[in-house]
């Protein structure tokens, strides 16, 4: 079992709709979860992080932790062709360093 | 504000070669990260300085790889000699240290692209 699990897609969704994005993680005391982005060709870019259960929402963007399931998400609304990149999901297994833990990412497709 | 700088963008060589890759961080970053991504695979951690200091290198595959922080400016990841699995894309990261305790954000690189033949 891998430690961190994506569908590696492609999800195709269309402007304007909301796409989503899931990811479990196998490591139980894992403190910290992360959405990077990345742009073929370019460096993977911090979008969103959350430590609580719960939701946490900034802008389109909303990340959705569940602890109990081993489950973190991320919901774009209003997608966006610029949108459309690889999405990466990483988890810290402690609370301090970022010795992330990354799943091999889904890719998006926002048509226009 | 210049980001996390990687040099070469790409390298090829032969088995058996050496390559040396080249990480700038973001200027005061105290924590410098290397990351291994290989073909159809997920990225992977290689280790972590804090300054010059190496904090955790569990990472690292092997002794084949060495990595340095002189000074705790910009770091080195040598490979040598290179095998055709060391091929793909190594990444360098930094980052601070965040508040409440927390390392601060990890910013990233465009990453080393290695191909061995």
């Known amino acids: 079992q891998k430690e961190v699990e994506q569908n590696s897609g492609p999800l195709s969704v269309p402007e304007g709709a909301i796409a989503s994005l899931n990811c479990t993680y196998s490591d139980r005391g894992s403190q910290s979860f992360f959405w990077y982005r990345q742009y073929s060709g370019k460096s993977p870019e911090l979008i969103m992080f959350i430590y609580s259960n719960g939701d946490k929402e900034d802008g389109r963007f909303t990340a959705q932790l569940n602890k109990a399931s081993q489950y973190v998400s991320l919901l774009i609304r209003d997608s966006q062709p610029s949108d459309s990149a690889t999405y990466l999901c990483a988890v810290n297994p402690m609370e301090y360093g970022n010795k992330l833990v990354f799943g091999a990412g889904t890719i998006l497709r926002v048509k226009s | ?117």
Request: proline share 3%; hydrophobic share 30%; charged share 25%.
């Open chain 2, 1 to 117: 504000e210049a980001g996390v700088t990687q040099f070469p963008s790409h390298s090829v060589i032969e088995k058996g070669q050496t390559v040396t890759l080249r990480c700038d961080p973001i200027s005061g970053h105290d924590n410098l990260y290397w990351y291994r991504r290989v073909m159809g695979k997920e990225i992977k951690f290689l280790l972590h300085f804090v300054k010059e200091s190496k904090q955790d290198e569990s990472g690292m595959p092997n002794n084949r790889f060495l990595a340095e922080r002189t000074g705790g400016t910009y770091s080195t990841l040598k490979v040598q000699p290179a095998e055709l699995e060391d091929s793909g894309v190594y990444f360098c990261a930094s980052s601070q240290d965040g508040a409440g305790g927390r390392t601060g954000e990890l910013f990233f690189g465009e990453g080393s692209r290695l191909t061995v033949l």
